[in-house]
């Protein structure tokens, strides 16, 4: 008897609610950011402002939402603003208006997901919408489907258009976690056909790609989206121009030692460390790296240098390719590489401190001339 009758009132308390909501009346809960709770008496007139934490204190009294101080509703305005028209993530959303020293509700920080809040609140543009959940009976809470809810429109003052709410909300719907695979694929698609090419950098400039944890969580990574589109892989790519260096390389080596065949040999210190030149009669090890060419987008050239961590402090010979990598343009010896990995362009202070050579046979010239002049400055 007990448990029906509950069931019964609280189906009964369940459509009152339901009944204040179609009306426009707020039903419990604290304000959003840039809106504040009206009191209004038993005729509907506007008595008092509620401050947080207080409540009305007759059952006859309403409650609805009103624009709040004006510049909270200026800041919400400026979300919708930045979002909408300025294309701005969230995160960038909420880091400027950090910077900017504005504070979300008692003083706490913006983020991603309190700007989200903001965006999707349809309270903003005037509309009441209740019983997005339920929880009867102290029963786990339980998500409504939206063609459930009770759904008020004008029921406050807006201070979003209809208009630019929605124009948010399409902007969230064309969000990559709301789309498909398929749809996801035509978006890379798309950048592939404007682009020419595929690659993460490319993916991660545009707009239209999702992020490279989404593409790891929808597809299982970067390749699996290349093979699905067609394409070859970043892996049989890369490879196949690691291949094509290490032969670069290893023909450049040939040609030294057949230049200088009782002067230096090949020496390697294992199965896992790569092949350097040693002089037979000193014992001084030469590192031997090849620098791709990465031209950048204004045409000046740039070579990639990134030596392995046990011959940064060697004297190197760097052979320098051209801008399709496919041929070693030049050559220079430098008395070591003060730095891990790095691009350095044409006319870079540090690329003009090795000595070119002008042909192979300079080699040991060369290299003789930097040793002599560390004697000197040793002296």
């Given amino acids: 008897m007990a448990g029906e009758y ?3 009132l609280s189906v009964k308390v369940r459509a009152g609610q339901r009944r204040l909501a179609e009306l426009g009346y707020k039903l419990g809960g604290s304000a959003p950011y840039g809106l504040s709770r009206m009191l209004l008496d038993s005729s509907g007139r506007p008595k008092q402002i509620l401050v947080f934490g207080e409540r009305k204190s007759l059952v006859t009294e309403r409650v609805v939402l009103v624009p709040g101080v004006p510049h909270e509703v200026a800041v919400v305005q400026r979300i919708f603003r930045e979002f909408t028209d300025e294309h701005r993530s969230l995160r960038g959303i909420a880091r400027r208006l950090n910077s900017d020293g504005v504070p979300y509700l008692s003083g706490a920080k913006w ?27 102290s029963k786990p809470r339980i998500q409504i489907p939206p063609h459930q809810w009770t759904i008020c429109h004008s029921a406050f003052e807006p201070i979003i258009s209809k208009a630019v709410f929605e124009r948010a909300q399409l902007v969230f719907d064309s969000f990559p976690h709301n789309l498909t695979n398929e749809q996801l694929l035509d978006r890379f698609t798309t950048v592939l056909r404007e682009r020419g090419e595929l ?5 991660k400039e545009s707009s ?27 892996h ?20 030294i030692l057949e230049t200088f065949p009782d002067q230096l040999e090949i020496f390697r210190r294992g199965a896992r460390f790569r092949a350097l030149l040693k002089f037979r009669k000193t014992g001084l090890l030469v590192s031997v790296l090849l620098a791709p060419c990465y031209p950048t987008k204004g045409g000046r050239l740039r070579w990639l240098v990134h030596p392995p961590r046990y ?29 891990r990995k790095t691009k350095v362009l044409e006319d870079c202070e540090w690329l003009r401190s090795g000595i070119s050579l002008n042909q192979t046979c300079d080699l040991l010239r060369v290299i003789n001339e930097i040793r002599d002049n560390e ?5």
């Fill in 6 to 8: 509950s069931r019964e």
């Fill in 111 to 137: 983020k991603a997901t309190t700007v989200t809040r903001v965006l999707r609140h349809a309270a903003y543009m005037g509309t009441q919408i209740w019983g997005r959940t339920s929880t009867i009976l």
């Fill in 199 to 203: 690659s993460g950098k490319i993916i």
């Fill in 208 to 234: 239209l790609c999702p992020r490279l944890g989404t593409i790891r969580r929808r597809f299982g990574g970067l390749n699996n989206v290349y093979v699905r589109l067609g394409l070859p892989t970043r």
């Fill in 236 to 255: 049989a790519v890369s490879s196949l121009c690691r291949r094509r260096w290490q032969a670069l390389r290893g023909d450049f080596i040939k040609d």
């Fill in 311 to 339: 011959e940064r402090r060697r004297l190197t010979l760097i052979a320098f390719l051209n801008d399709g990598n496919t041929l070693i343009e030049r050559s220079s010896v430098f008395r070591n590489l003060p730095f």
């Fill in 375 to 379: 004697d000197k400055l040793g002296t």
